[in-house]
């Protein structure tokens, strides 16, 4: 059996670049920046109020305390948004609130609790009882987050709804990202039937394209279809012929070692059907179709595709996309029971993280089935994958274990 660093190289080794589309923020959203996205303008735009008070000039108020305010007079008034910029001379304020510009003789903000009356007496005469720390006092100044022409999102980041915030913030209207894959995503086998239909002898309700589709559109790539074929060849070569552009064909099912392999029979190109030593997830079928589509064919036991994707499938769509960041992130947590591992096998085991103790998260199985490929309905309890090495008989309670997390 070929180990998992292996298939996954040659995965990688094949992928190519999705090439660059232009999108509204909107669009964009969940997508792969393929430039860095540059800021339009300063921000801050402006020298602005950082609290609601008075903009002063600090040297005026130096001296202000309890026992001695300072009296100053209030001369206008800045809502935000204001496009005033009034003149202050020595012992002359303005009003102003959060957000507004700073007048260009002011360089100090008094907060409205810092005066007598605050804001029930802030137009006229006002009596400054706590002097600003000195110039610049809750002041915020142009361009201190960054400047424009600065890089907010460097290419190969996922634009999610904080980095679209960024974007927005320097005055970018539109991203530069990679073009999503297009995907369609087929479930092989004539034992499987809709969801909430009747069950004959021998059929089971459908579950891969829900896990897939999902699983799918997560990465930022383009679900095209997602459905069931039978183990007849023809339905199988109709389909594909169907959606000839899709740039990866996932497949679930019929690349094992059984009699009505469809997925073996029909796909022609430079495929290859291995033996991966990982449990669940052992057959695997990858490579290139004559059409130029990649191909993944993962085991259909619901279990096994989806350990499956997240081991090969998932990074060669985020890597088609340009994406920095590959795969999931890491812990490693105490197992809070033990149990068994397949021999000779990387197992990677549903499981679920007590985070009881905050100060000392634990991992278990998921259900006590463990990793049995079949366990469809264990899965729904899953937020992360124990990952146990190959060389491994056993794992004991308390012993550390790499965990995968997946939600």
Known sequence: MRTVE???????????????????????????????????????????????????????????????????????????????????????????????????????????????????????????????????AHIRRRGEDLHAGDVVIPSGTELGPLQLSAAAATGVDRAVVARPPRVIVISTGSELVEPGADLERGQIPESNTTLLAGLVRATGAELMRATCVSDDPDELRSLLRENSEADVVLTSGGVSAGAYEVVKQVLDGDIAFTKVAMQPGKPQGFGRLTNGALMFGLPGNPVSAAVSFETFVRPALLAMQGRTKLHRDILRLPAATGWRTPPGRRQFLPASIDRTDPARWTVRPATPGGSGSHLAAGLGLAEAYAVVPAETEAVAEGELVDVMLIS
Do not use: K, Q, Y
Not at 16 to 35: F, K, N, R
Not at 92 to 120: C, Q, W, Y
């Open 6 to 136: 292996e298939h996954l190289a040659d995965v990688l080794a094949a992928i190519a670049p999705t090439g660059a589309i232009t999108l509204s923020l909107a669009a964009a959203a969940g997508l792969t920046c393929a430039e860095p996205v540059r800021a339009r303008v300063d921000v801050p735009v402006f020298d602005n109020s950082a609290m609601d008070g008075f903009a002063v000039r600090a040297a005026d108020v130096a001296a202000a305390s309890p026992d001695a305010p300072v009296t100053l007079r209030v001369v206008a008034d800045l809502p935000a948004g204001s496009p005033e910029d009034p003149a202050l001379g020595e012992g002359e304020a303005a009003r102003i609130m959060t957000g507004s510009p700073v007048p260009s003789d002011a360089d100090a903000i008094v907060p409205f609790e810092d005066t007598a009356g605050g804001l029930a007496d802030s137009l006229g005469d006002i009596a400054v009882l706590r002097a600003p720390r000195g110039p610049g």
